[in-house]
């Protein structure tokens, strides 16, 4: 049997999502198959529509419905602290957190020259510009602890010191409610390494 | 943050698929939001034209373009045998394999009261109705070998042998390539007490 056409499409379509295969895809087009034609419709209009209404803010890079995203218009944040960060899921990590009250930068990646991914592939140049147009005092390096995070973030505290800005980053050490005896070993040889002091 | 509402709808909308969880669907939707425009429409114009252009067959519930699938159309298949199977999924995996070449039945789920499936939400009547007005010799049953498969498969049998249909199933076993070792201890059990004889 040849699979029907419109459901190759769909299979192949849904093939191109990250984390999504062959047999997934088709599992899933056959469940839309399954459902009523308005749940079908109000799937692929949310998809049209992230397309359709949503932009990257002129400044920051986080995801905006216009110029500029919400955190940047947003007077009460605090605009001296800079926290820059992968992709827009860590903003909205972040964020979830209400620890937080500075603005962002998106790089839109991390260096990965295996992967192509090189300085001008990121958003660098624009991270620059902003520290010399607004007054900002900390730059909060929010990369994640994996080889290209930490290859980022070494890159670019090199290149900031020399502005003279503060460079913090994010620290590495047991999830809260971890156990010692379930860490992998890197991360309890960190903790260890970059011990802190009880005041 | 909120999250911006347009990217909310996404992830609403894509985690009420199966296996897809909110940060799946929140991963998913960032990624088509950094895909082109051209790419994010032809995925959900495949998913509005798999339910436009797809029906279920009105003899066997496979999927079809028109009223009849294409099996039940192809005047080369042995329409004396039929196959039942749970979903299209398991058409798709049996049409594969070029081994078959009879009809199929598509029950569109099996037994499970406890999650309110009953006799009444399958296609059983159906089955039924075709075996009244069909010639029809044999019944493969060819269900999962779990719980809820092998119930369906009892069920049916039951209800079929007054018919004095010839009725088969699927055998388990070890897979193609299978190893005893690593085998789980239902399959290699059941696999010694259905040991065939070799001829």
Redesign the interface.
């Known amino acids: 049997?040849?699979?029907?056409?419109?459901?190759q499409?769909?299979i192949?379509?849904?093939s191109?999502?990250?984390?999504?295969g062959k047999k997934?895809a088709?599992?899933?087009?056959?469940?839309?198959?399954n459902?009523d034609?308005e749940?079908?419709?109000?799937?692929?209009?949310?998809?049209?529509?992230?397309?359709?209404?949503?932009h990257f803010c002129k400044r920051c890079f986080n995801?905006?419905?216009g110029d500029y995203c919400?955190?940047c218009m947003n007077e009460k944040r605090d605009s001296s602290i800079i926290c820059v960060v992968e992709?827009?899921?860590d903003?909205?990590s972040i964020?979830k957190t209400n620890e937080y009250n500075g603005l962002y930068h998106v790089l839109g990646g991390v260096l990965n020259p295996l992967a192509g991914i090189n300085v001008e592939d990121l958003k660098i140049k624009e991270l620059l510009r902003r520290l010399q147009t607004e007054e900002v005092n900390e730059i909060f390096l929010a990369l994640n602890p994996d080889t290209e995070g930490e290859t980022t973030a070494l890159y670019l505290a090199r290149l900031l010191k020399p502005i003279g800005v503060k460079i913090t980053r994010i620290p590495t050490g047991l999830p809260v409610g971890g156990d010692l005896e379930f860490a992998d070993e890197a991360t309890v040889g960190r903790a260890i390494l970059s011990r802190v002091t009880l005041e």
Chains 1, 2 share one sequence.
């Open positions: 049997m040849q699979i029907a056409e419109p459901l499409i769909a192949d379509e849904l191109k999502l990250p984390t999504i997934s088709q599992r899933l087009a056959l469940y839309l198959l459902r034609e749940q079908v419709r109000r799937l692929a209009d949310a998809l049209v529509n992230l397309k359709k209404d949503l995801i905006s419905e919400e955190i992709s827009v899921n903003v909205i964020e």
